[in-house]
């Protein structure tokens, strides 16, 4: 699933939610609820991964230049959003995956 459908989906779940305390009388309160909500999942996609995700890495580093780049712009510390971009490109690039 692309980014950009998430965040849209977020959007559209953000706008019902609004419509939704409108309806209610509790707009400050749905409001809150809206702004933990994107904050909890930008946290989470931002929190760095476990240490067999570092494992699979290294069994996907060396293969394909387009993942070793993403690897190297990633750094020491890998969000978990970051693994899933590069796993992305490994199974683009990896024949046998598709």
């Known amino acids: 699933m692309s980014l950009n459908i998430i965040i849209f989906a977020g959007v559209v779940l953000s706008i019902a939610f ?3 305390g409108v309806y ?3 707009k400050k309160i ?4 809206i702004a933990l909500m994107w904050a909890g999942s930008i946290n989470i996609a931002m929190s760095e ?4 995700g ?3 890495i290294k069994k ?3 293969q394909f230049e387009d993942t070793d780049k ?3 712009e990633a750094g ?3 969000s978990l959003y970051e693994l899933l971009v590069i796993k992305k490109s490994y199974i683009v690039n990896n024949p046998k995956k598709r």
Do not use: C, R
Request: glycine content about 4%; proline content about 4%.
């Open 18 to 20: 609004h419509f939704v």
């Open 24 to 26: 209610a009388n509790a």
């Open 30 to 33: 749905v409001w809150i609820v």
């Open 49 to 52: 991964i476990k240490p067999s």
């Open 54 to 56: 570092y494992d699979e």
């Open 60 to 62: 996907m580093q060396g």
């Open 70 to 72: 993403l690897i190297e």
């Open 76 to 78: 020491d510390t890998i």
